[in-house]
């Protein structure tokens, strides 16, 4: 063991700050900065939550690793954040990419709502812990028979529904994105009734799978992919993965979600990847892999390869009855 | 009158020809961004190049479809009678166009995803036109097309005599509005491109509609002629 004498600038370990500390006080110094403003403003009334209202970021933040990972190798970045499905900024796959930035994400509110003990408008950043952020990294397959392999980096849902204490009468949760027509330009048509909804049996939002994201690839989520938090369903296609959410809601009856109510025949509540149910549109036995060269293909897997996961959650249901 | 000396003339030397490139313009560039995705250059068919192949395919048809209902119209409206002698070349690219489409989602979708066999590609084809309206719709389309353009010549035109000739190629009509169905069936959700496309048809469709009353013999009228 090689040891040696401390130079005398250094500091003692434990003197030093954590970086996300560092960070935070960084955060904390620029909230103070904009209550300044306010105070000179003469307006006394502001977000009385100021101090939690600036968003971290996440690649100061830190993050753990996790077992959550796929054997293939991930989809490049560019692809991730340049092909979207994210109908509120338009419905071409670059849309999102070139419009999101219009969409202000800080501060950001979520309202919780329903059978839960605990409700009202919280800041994003009371809501997620973020020091304790881990990466999963999930297949992600869209209903259009494509799929990617994402690097996500945030926390299990069921920690930050848990802190709501839903009640008994809570058996299902919806989630209802932000709907925006200054800001998202998509919205401005009616392709959608908006804003989008989205909704799990209160057992899936609870499994281990289930997860909220808030970065992608060690960074801060960008716009085009659901900033700041966005559902991670990894099990069922892409569309349940509700982005840029604003509303928790605990409910005891199946809640509205949005492709349901739009084309109920082709998309229904559970959406859970099958490729044993051939959907109007497209047959899901297998995918196109994004990045992965023109041709690549795979296979569809049930439960998108989750089946270890998730398949017990459905024991006993029909599956092509209940897609 | 110099105006429309030069107007005869781009019509007799310029209006073919230049329709011809008009209208081959997209496959060359097609096959451009293709050749860069291959080789690995740049290219501008994004990060789904299949997807983006059928979604430029089938544009590029429907609205050259279009365009070619248009000009009867056209000429009605401006008395340029030139303008007539493109029609033919201008429904065989939308044609040659619908056969571009078939291919790739032939080769590119069921082919590869039967992993290369040719049995399973018609096996999935079969699978599709059952089960997927859109798809459903666009081989009716494709069938209806392949009649039309098949009697395009004029040899044909003489053999079948122009009123039977004619008739038969009405059926342009019922396939443009199969054709905004199986757009409007493919994509996802209320969106604005099929309702463009099936508003101009809709123009294109009235249009004929009113021109051929007009011009029909009615007992009132006497001898108004209509064009």
């Known amino acids: 063991m090689i040891t040696r004498k401390p130079f005398n600038w250094q500091l003692p370990d434990h003197e030093i700050t954590p970086k996300n500390r560092f960070m935070n006080r960084r955060e904390i110094m620029r909230a103070g900065g904009a209550l300044g403003v306010l105070g000179l403003a003469g307006c006394g009334v502001g977000e009385s939550a ?12 830190g993050y753990r690793e996790t077992s959550y990972t796929v054997d293939d190798p991930s989809t490049p970045l560019e692809a991730v954040t340049g092909y979207n499905n994210f109908y509120e900024f338009g419905t071409s796959k670059s849309d999102p990419a070139r419009y999101a930035h219009a969409m202000s994400t800080d501060p950001w509110f979520i309202e919780v709502e329903g059978h839960a003990a605990q409700t009202g408008r919280y800041a994003l950043a009371d809501m997620i812990d973020y020091s304790a952020l ?23 849902l069921a920690d930050v529904l848990r802190q709501f204490e839903p009640t008994e009468d809570a058996r299902y949760v919806q989630f209802i994105s932000n709907s925006n027509p200054a800001e998202m330009r998509g919205v401005r048509s009616r392709v959608l009734d908006w804003p989008y909804k989205e909704g799990l049996r209160m057992d899936e939002a609870m499994n281990e799978l289930a997860f909220l994201a808030v970065g992608l690839y060690g960074e801060t989520l960008p716009n085009q992919n659901g900033a700041p938090i966005r559902l991670v369903v990894p099990w069922k296609y892409g569309y349940k993965s509700a982005k840029s959410i604003v509303k928790i809601k605990f409910v005891s009856e199946e809640p509205v979600t949005s492709w349901k109510q739009s084309a109920p025949r082709e998309y229904g509540f559970y959406s859970n990847v099958n490729p044993n149910r051939s959907h109007p549109r497209w047959s899901q036995a297998s995918e196109r892999v994004i990045g992965g060269g023109v041709f690549a293909r795979r296979e569809t897997d049930m439960f998108n390869g989750y089946s270890e996961q998730v398949a017990h959650m459905y024991d006993g249901m029909d599956l092509i009855e209940n897609h | ?93 939308a044609f040659w166009y619908a056969v571009l489409h078939l291919a790739a989602y032939l080769g590119l979708d069921l082919y590869l995803a039967a992993n290369m066999s040719i049995a399973g590609m018609f096996a999935g084809l079969w699978n599709d036109v059952v089960e997927r309206i859109y798809i459903t719709l666009g081989m009716i389309g494709f069938l209806i097309f392949i009649p039309l353009s098949l009697t395009s010549f004029n040899s044909m035109v003489r053999r079948l005599g122009a009123k039977v000739w004619q008739r038969l ?19 996802k959700g209320n969106q604005l491109g099929p309702w463009i496309h099936g508003g101009v048809l809709l123009a294109l469709l009235a249009w004929r509609g009113w021109s051929i009353w007009k011009s029909s013999p009615r007992p009132a009228a006497s001898m108004q002629s209509g064009s």
């Open chain 1, 50 to 61: 100021a101090a939690h209202t600036e968003l971290p970021d996440v690649a100061g933040m």
């Open chain 1, 134 to 156: 881990e990466e999963r990294v999930y297949r992600l397959r869209c209903v259009e028979a494509w799929s990617m392999v994402i690097p996500w980096v945030g926390v299990p």
């Open chain 2, 1 to 93: 009158m110099a105006k429309s000396a030069m107007l005869r003339a781009f019509g007799r030397v310029w209006l073919k020809p230049l329709t011809f490139w008009a209208l081959v313009t997209p496959a060359l560039w097609l096959g451009w961004q293709w050749s860069g995705l291959l080789t690995g250059g740049v290219h501008a068919l994004g990060f789904n190049p299949i997807e983006t192949t059928h979604r430029f395919l089938g544009d590029t048809a429907l609205r050259i479809l279009l365009i070619s209902l248009a000009i009867t119209p056209f000429r009605d409206l401006t008395r340029w009678l030139p303008i007539m002698k493109i029609r033919r070349r201008v429904g065989l690219a």
């Open chain 2, 169 to 187: 190629h009405y059926s342009v009509y019922p396939l443009g509005v199969i054709a905004v169905f199986h757009y409007g069936f493919m994509v």
